[in-house]
């Protein structure tokens, strides 16, 4: 049975950091593409990044590219997503998601077929 579980949301203040983390069960050589999406109520999900598993190459939304970092940790099958200089418009639930789907390029917001339950995050001006 697969699993992601999303740990690490909360409330913090503007330019404030949090780290978010995804532990995936149930998934090893399948897997492919890990993702980071969040949704802000009355808005499109949004794929913020993205990390290959092998090879480690990464994507980022322009809106948050230069105050996020994602990372893994293939022994403890982790993905994480630092987050600096938080601003309230990154106010939203952060799903992790996961592609087993191969030839998508990385920037491509298709193919997740598994998800976690989501994690909160607001940020307060």
């Known amino acids: 049975q697969v699993q992601l579980v999303e740990s690490g949301g909360g409330l913090v203040q503007a330019g404030g950091s949090l780290r978010l983390s995804c532990a995936v069960s149930g998934l090893t050589s399948s897997r492919n593409t890990m993702g980071w999406f969040r949704q802000a109520p009355g808005k499109e999900r949004e794929l913020v990044s993205a990390?290959?598993?092998?090879?480690?190459?990464?994507y980022y939304a322009d809106s948050v590219k230069g105050r996020f970092t994602i990372s893994r940790d293939n022994a403890k099958n982790v993905v994480y997503l630092q987050m600096n200089s938080l601003k309230p418009e990154d106010t939203a639930v952060y799903l992790c998601?996961?592609?087993?789907?191969?030839?998508?390029?990385?920037?491509?917001?298709?193919?997740?077929?598994?998800w976690g339950q989501g994690t909160q995050v607001t940020v307060s001006s």
């Open positions: 990390i290959t598993w092998i090879g480690g190459t990464t």
């Open positions: 998601a996961a592609r087993t789907l191969r030839g998508l390029p990385i920037e491509s917001r298709g193919g997740y077929t598994y």
